[in-house]
């Protein structure tokens, strides 16, 4: 799995090139926007939500002495909540609704590697859109249900190293899941891509790390962090089904 999740990585070097000469960058204005918006009003909110969290967690401490030290606490607590689920709700809403801006993407890139394959599914816009929300909602309510246990862990201090980095692979594997399925919609049905994912979940998470890496990089990191991960990971998605099949 190791060399595959290098391999998730390493295809980030040619995707810009590749996006270049290629022509697609006229498929993501859409996305962007859909991706920008989506930011802003989740920072928005986490915004507004961060003193009511912080609020929230200080009811856990009953006791006068070390107050001010709890709420300080609590508001650290609160900020590493919001950035964790924002995360999750931003990427799993962009890349549901910029289904049928991306497969596009992924088939011009697929033709430009392989020529045009006949085992193709007939799919439209819409029957993209329903596939992205299907599999956005079932990926993040798996990613929720995973998240949570792991920032319970974080408290100690211990683990919390541990559950950082897995924290960090969970986001990964579904931002590369997501990716991954605007190619894997023309060649499989739903259960047979979810399986294929599990198969190859290396490359997912490589190509997971660093789309996650780059929402960190200020208002350019939600810009160009579609068009690169998709790209990156078409190329890499066409290589391990031409394999199978």
Known sequence: MLKNIFK??????SALGLIGNLGLWKYFAVPVLISLFTAI?????AWGWSDDIA????LLWVWEWGASWF?????LLGWVLIIAFGLIVYKHIVMALSAPFMSPVSAAIEHHFLGT???HRDTSNTT???????????NLILEVCITIPLLVLSLVPVLNFITAILLLLVQAYFAGFGNMDYTLE???GY???VQFVKEHKGVAIGNGIIFTLMLFIPFIGILVVLPLSVTAATSQTIRFIGNKK
């Open 8 to 13: 998730g990585i390493k295809a980030y070097a």
């Open 117 to 119: 394959l006949h085992s």
């Open 191 to 193: 259960k047979e891509s």
């Open 41 to 45: 009003l989740i920072g928005l909110s």
């Open 186 to 188: 023309r060649h499989y």
């Open 55 to 58: 609020n929230a967690i200080d």
């Open 71 to 75: 709420h300080s606490f609590a508001e």
């Open 128 to 138: 993209q859109l329903w596939r992205g929300i299907r599999v956005n909602v079932r």
